[in-house]
């Protein structure tokens, strides 16, 4: 984050930021701002149900419309938000738009899941859970509206607390996930202790699978994974036909990714839904580097 950089229109905002300087307070200042003027922005990016091609959830990504500089990318305030203790305030209000999200998609008779992404500062909120039980009972929504999506790194921050609030969250009946499955530290004796349901496998195992046996192997054995563990997986970074078909054959559940869609506006999000029809893939070939 430099301020020159900034009036230059190329913003680049540091995940380092001191907090207490200068810049990290006109920052914060203008987080604050974004939230009370309306520029926030929910996108939704659907996951599809890869052996049958249905759509039953969609990710919510959050964009920041800024005045000036156009739609800003999660990666360049997220990880200040987070520093800052900010991001409570922002998971609020994704939680909200989520759930308006979900209600309009549930009026007009679209049955749908809502994946939320939460950060450290969120597991270690102990009125999490009691703030989202509120938000879901002003909506009308139940619990299985939503799904909670945590990093292995944000659970490793402080596994302990990070256990407490994930069983308090699990036993309100909200489907947990873990994030980018594969880029933490957490070991596999500690994950097996977790109440999750769901892996996902991140996007550059994906990306790279169709030419990297190494690649194609882990994607392999976290499918196997995840099922030994009885959980459901699902692959970020769904970008080709043959991406598609690979993992269908290897039997992941659902997949998220260019390919399918990218992330939308709410409004347009709706409209695509009605209108998807899965691709016909009978000609696309699944043979991989596992040969
Ligand atoms: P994530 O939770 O792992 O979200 C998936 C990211 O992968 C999204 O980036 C999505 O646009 C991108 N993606 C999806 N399909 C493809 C694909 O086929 N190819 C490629 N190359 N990328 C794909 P996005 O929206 O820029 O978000 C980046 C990260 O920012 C998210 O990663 C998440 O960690 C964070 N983030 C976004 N919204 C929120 C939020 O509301 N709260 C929190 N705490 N973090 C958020
Ligand atoms: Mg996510
Ligand atoms: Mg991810
Ligand atoms: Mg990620």
């Not at 879901?136 to 990070?162: F, K, V, W």
């Amino acid at each position: 984050f430099d301020a020159k950089k900034r009036q230059s229109g190329s913003m680049v905002y540091s995940a380092q930021l001191d907090v207490g300087s200068q810049e990290s307070l006109s920052l914060l200042g203008e987080l604050r701002h974004a939230v009370e003027a309306g520029e926030l922005r929910l996108y939704l990016q659907p996951k599809v149900d890869l052996a049958r091609g249905r759509i039953l959830s969609a990710e919510a990504l959050l964009r920041w419309q800024h005045p000036e500089r156009g739609l800003v990318p999660p990666m360049h305030f997220i990880p200040f938000a987070e520093q800052s203790g900010f991001i409570r305030t922002l998971t609020t209000w994704v939680i909200a738009a989520a759930l308006r999200a979900w209600s309009q998609a549930q009026a007009q008779g679209l049955e749908l899941r809502i994946s939320v992404n939460l950060s450290t500062r969120d597991l270690l909120d102990q009125d999490l859970p009691a703030k989202i039980m509120g938000m879901l009972a002003a909506q009308g929504a139940g619990s299985q509206a939503l799904c909670l999506e945590i990093t292995e790194s944000a659970i490793m921050d402080d596994p302990q607390r990070a256990l407490h609030t994930l069983e308090q969250l699990s036993a309100l009946g909200f489907k947990l996930s873990i994030d980018d499955f594969g880029t933490g530290y957490s070991s596999l004796a500690y994950l097996k202790t977790l109440p999750v349901d769901e892996l996902k496998i991140d996007k550059s195992f994906v990306l790279a699978m169709e030419r990297d046996l190494g690649d194609a192997k882990i994607v392999h054995s976290t499918i196997e994974l995840a099922h030994n563990l009885g959980l459901s997986v699902v692959a970020e970074g769904v970008e080709t036909a043959k991406a598609w078909k690979i993992l269908a054959a290897l039997g992941c559940d659902e997949g998220q990714g260019y390919f399918i869609a990218k992330p939308m506006p709410e409004a347009q999000f709706l409209d695509w839904l009605r209108h998807w029809q899965a691709p016909d893939l009978s000609s696309e070939s699944a043979d991989t580097v596992l040969g």
